[in-house]
């Protein structure tokens, strides 16, 4: 167990829909990042959160956002589903001083499927 | 631009050695890591190397060389667990997220 959590677990829903992910990162941790992973895929990096600010974006959609709370938790908001989103998305949380980059810890993950 | 290349399969057996290579291509270089992933689970972490040379963990071991752009992960004494995904990582330029490889699967017959 990494300490991170993620919910939901699994997420069916239609294209078209609206759904947003929630993670919980480690205690202490103040840096969250969000991974897309395609079947067989490697992981793409989409966005960081760094004690409740953006810091670093990767090939993140713009129909798709994201927010870190005060309380460190994020959420990922995706829009306008389509079926190519379909995948597992993860959150990892790190310490977030300038060479913790190296360690993350990940959540276990959403899979999410567009029908 | 930055890339990573390692191989996409390999296989061993049983109670083996094998050698995962990943090599990199940054403008500027802070550490390598790597990670596991088994099917349907959590990339997590192994190791970290930011100076050259070995690092080990138990039966696994990391090792880097800087001048040559170029690391591998070692695991020794493989187990039918180890069967699972790796990624090597470095950081981007920002140094604030890393740039993963696109994994090799390892494959362990008995």
């Known amino acids: 167990d990494s300490g991170v959590t993620q919910t939901p677990k699994h997420l069916i829903t239609a294209t078209g829909q609206r759904v947003t992910l929630r993670c919980s990162p480690r205690?202490?941790?103040?840096?969250v990042y969000w991974y897309q992973q395609s079947l067989d895929q490697g992981l793409q990096f989409l966005i960081q959160?760094?004690?409740?600010?953006?810091?670093a974006k990767g090939n993140i959609l713009e129909r798709f956002s994201a927010q870190q709370f005060p309380d460190l938790h994020s959420e990922l908001n995706l829009s306008s589903l389509e079926l190519g989103d379909s995948a597992l998305y993860f959150c990892?949380?790190?310490?977030?001083?300038?060479?913790?980059?190296?360690?993350?810890?990940f959540g276990p993950g959403t899979r999410l499927t567009v029908t | 631009g930055q890339s990573l290349e390692q191989p996409s399969e390999v296989t061993a057996v049983e109670g083996a050695i094998v050698q995962i290579n990943c090599t990199y291509q940054?403008?500027?270089?802070?550490?390598l890591s790597w990670y596991q992933q088994h099917d349907g689970g959590a990339p997590t972490f192994l190791s970290y190397?930011?100076l050259d040379g070995l690092e080990e963990t138990g039966r696994f071991s990391s090792f880097l060389s800087r001048s040559d752009s170029y690391g591998y992960l070692l695991l020794q004494e493989l187990q039918m667990k180890d069967s699972a995904s790796y990624f090597c990582?470095?950081?981007?330029?920002?140094?604030?997220?890393?740039?993963w490889g696109a994994g090799t699967k390892l494959i362990i017959k008995p």
């Open positions: 990892a949380s790190s310490v977030g001083r300038r060479t913790e980059p190296y360690e993350q810890y």
């Open positions: 205690s202490g941790d103040l840096s």
């Open positions: 959160y760094y004690n409740g600010e953006e810091r």
């Open positions: 940054t403008s500027g270089f802070y550490g």
């Open positions: 190397n930011a």
């Open positions: 990582a470095v950081p981007m330029d920002s140094n604030y997220q890393l740039i």
